[in-house]
């Protein structure tokens, strides 16, 4: 069997469908890897409460049947997905120090979170989308987002992101690896893996391209104009008060985007200027990224979310007789007034 340090220098040579990879966890800290796993099992377990309590809410409450918690519950079903589809390999290695995985498993793995994450940026632009008919054309928001195209939007979501990854994957087996076996993190990334293999992954690198500028690129893009456009309509609004009641509907949203695409910039900055530097940097970015923040995603955009609901949801008011005489005016019945909040 090969030692660690025959699969760090690359002495043996495999190809993909016998390989095996060793993951790795934090160097140089492997004797205090059971005191590590306690906070990232506390990040997990609140990932997975959290966003189970969101799912059950929004069942739950019919007031928030409505396209932009439709697209939240999605958000909090992508989340669990991530959590499931990295937490057997991140206990494995803090809590048994088990390293090895199968290239097949690996390259599931692989699959489920490079497909969630771009499900992710999907349901980012749904979202913005959402938000600019609902402020730059309430009056047909009813009749353009119905629960019917909510539907449609989150199939074409899940077919758009689940089959564009086998391409590359599929591929990965038939590699052939002489380089180390050592992944850099504790869990298997497309990026990862394809730089271990002696073979011609000219493909894998040009078709990655494609998928992080088709994907991810447009759509930033696609959020990035339709603040833009939401930025001009509120600007338009004359009184202050309807402005910031405007932008108060955008704030759940866009600390969603700033907690996807903050923590990606700086792993890929990390991966572009700092090559060399320490690998606990690379590891720990990664982690912030695909552990922490994703599994908390939900967790804290909800409550701002559902606090928005307050303020555009109808609300019930009730009217006033003649207070004191009330004992003379029981021959005719009460009545409430709902009234949507309008400015």
């Given at each position: 069997?090969?030692?660690?340090?025959?699969?760090?220098?690359?002495?043996?040579?495999?190809?993909?469908?016998?390989?095996?990879?060793?993951?790795?966890?934090?160097?140089?800290?492997?004797?205090?890897?059971?005191?590590?796993?306690?906070?990232?099992?506390?990040?997990?377990?609140?990932?997975?409460?959290?966003?189970?309590?969101?799912?059950?809410?929004?069942?739950?409450?019919?007031?928030?049947?409505?396209?932009?918690?439709?697209?939240?519950?999605?958000?909090?079903?992508?989340?669990?997905?991530?959590s499931i589809s990295?937490?057997?390999?991140?206990?494995?290695?803090?809590?048994?120090?088990?390293?090895?995985?199968?290239?097949?498993?690996?390259?599931?793995?692989?699959?489920?979170?490079?497909?969630?994450?771009?499900?992710?940026?999907?349901?980012?632009?749904?979202?913005?989308?959402?938000?600019?008919?609902?402020?730059?054309?309430?009056?047909?928001?009813?009749?353009?987002?119905?629960?019917?195209?909510?539907?449609?939007?989150?199939?074409?979501?899940?077919?758009?992101?689940?089959?564009?990854?086998?391409?590359?994957?599929?591929?990965?087996?038939?590699?052939?690896?002489?380089?180390?076996?050592?992944?850099?993190?504790?869990?298997?990334?497309?990026?990862?893996?394809?730089?271990?293999?002696?073979?011609?992954?000219?493909?894998?690198?040009?078709?990655?391209?494609?998928?992080?500028?088709?994907?991810?690129?447009?759509?930033?893009?696609?959020?990035?104009?339709?603040?833009?456009?939401?930025?001009?309509?509120?600007?338009?609004?004359?009184?202050q008060g309807g402005?910031?009641?405007?932008?108060?509907?955008?704030?759940?949203?866009?600390?969603?985007?700033?907690?996807?695409?903050?923590?990606?910039?700086?792993?890929?900055?990390?991966?572009?200027?700092?090559?060399?530097?320490?690998?606990?940097?690379?590891?720990?970015?990664?982690?912030?990224?695909?552990?922490?923040?994703?599994?908390?995603?939900?967790?804290?955009?909800?409550?701002?979310?559902?606090?928005?609901?307050?303020?555009?949801?109808?609300?019930?008011?009730?009217?006033?007789?003649?207070?004191?005489?009330?004992?003379?005016?029981?021959?005719?019945?009460?009545h409430s007034v709902?009234?949507?909040?309008?400015?």
């Open positions: 069997m090969a030692t660690w340090d025959s699969l760090k220098t690359g002495s043996n040579s495999s190809t993909g469908h016998s390989a095996s990879f060793y993951l790795t966890g934090i160097p140089g800290y492997e004797n205090v890897h059971h005191f590590i796993s306690i906070p990232l099992c506390v990040f997990y377990l609140i990932g997975i409460v959290g966003n189970s309590t969101i799912l059950h809410i929004i069942h739950m409450d019919k007031s928030l049947h409505e396209p932009m918690y439709y697209l939240l519950a999605m958000l909090s079903l992508t989340d669990i997905g991530m990295t937490l057997p390999t991140v206990l494995k290695i803090f809590w048994f120090d088990a390293r090895e995985i199968e290239v097949n498993a690996c390259v599931a793995q692989m699959y489920f979170i490079h497909t969630f994450s771009l499900m992710e940026s999907a349901v980012l632009l749904a979202m913005a989308f959402d938000r600019y008919v609902a402020i730059c054309n309430p009056l047909r928001y009813s009749s353009k987002l119905t629960p019917q195209c909510i539907v449609y939007i989150e199939v074409f979501i899940v077919i758009r992101c689940s089959i564009v990854t086998p391409v590359v994957l599929a591929r990965i087996p038939t590699f052939s690896f002489c380089h180390s076996h050592v992944l850099s993190y504790s869990f298997c990334l497309h990026q990862d893996v394809i730089r271990l293999a002696c073979a011609d992954i000219s493909f894998n690198i040009v078709y990655g391209f494609f998928v992080v500028a088709f994907y991810w690129g447009v759509d930033s893009l696609g959020v990035f104009l339709s603040y833009a456009f939401i930025l001009h309509a509120v600007l338009g609004i004359s009184s402005k910031l009641k405007a932008l108060n509907t955008c704030v759940s949203h866009i600390c969603a985007v700033l907690i996807l695409y903050v923590p990606m910039i700086g792993l890929s900055l990390v991966h572009r200027f700092a090559k060399h530097s320490s690998a606990i940097i690379h590891i720990t970015m990664a982690n912030v990224y695909l552990v922490i923040v994703k599994l908390d995603f939900g967790v804290i955009v909800s409550p701002m979310a559902t606090l928005n609901s307050s303020n555009t949801l109808s609300s019930t008011f009730y009217l006033t007789g003649i207070p004191g005489y009330e004992d003379f005016t029981t021959g005719f019945p009460s709902s009234s949507t909040l309008l400015e």
